[in-house]
């Protein structure tokens, strides 16, 4: 992949789009015309697990931010044109993750033409997020995001930052971002586990306070990245 080759006069249009798409998720309700993404990817990693977290945020969004969403959401794989019909993206799991040179030409073409990515760590996908990432954007590397950033204080306060959902390794929960020209283009949750939290009550039996934590980032996640 040659990351000189992007143009923005190329992507002009699709940021166009994407504009176009966020504003529609704050229209009047309706009929809903914006949906969620998740994002399908190569490595064997289960890109498919949390199958009722973005339909429940989705609806809680909704509830309480104004938002008309669709409760179904797109699978899009990582290569394809149809990311750009969806300002906002979302990618968790628990293992491998691999991204094809046009893969993550694609990737970084949608998310400096304005889309968001959401990357939710499952459990075991940081090492294999990062060297990913890394590939899409080889200039840039994760950073951990201070409490004060916008994304901890929009229609919900998280003055400690990002809540801790899951316990896996007695690690403390951490917000990290990738920053392209002082706008976030990624934002990754890890040690949190936000879409397990987001699931259908039964699936991880949390406590509905530990839910109503998960679904409140999750609304700030979406708030942040729709009216930047």
Known sequence: MNINSFSLSKTAPLAVLLIFLFA???APLGKPS???ALLKYSGGGDWYSNPTALPNLAEFCNDNLGTNLHKEYATVEVGSAELFNHPW???TGHGNVVFSDTEAENLRNYLLAGGFLHVDDNYGMDKFI???MKKVF???DFIELPFTHEIYSQRFQFKNGLPK???HDGKAAQGFGLIWEDRL???YSFESDLG???EDRDVHKDPEEVRQKALKMGANIIQYAFQR
């Open 24 to 26: 529609t998720a704050f």
């Open 34 to 36: 914006t949906k969620l």
């Open 89 to 91: 993206a979302h990618m």
């Open 130 to 132: 990062r060297p990913a």
């Open 138 to 140: 080889p200039e840039l």
């Open 165 to 167: 959902i899951h316990e």
């Open 185 to 187: 283009v990624c934002f």
């Open 196 to 198: 397990d939290g987001w």
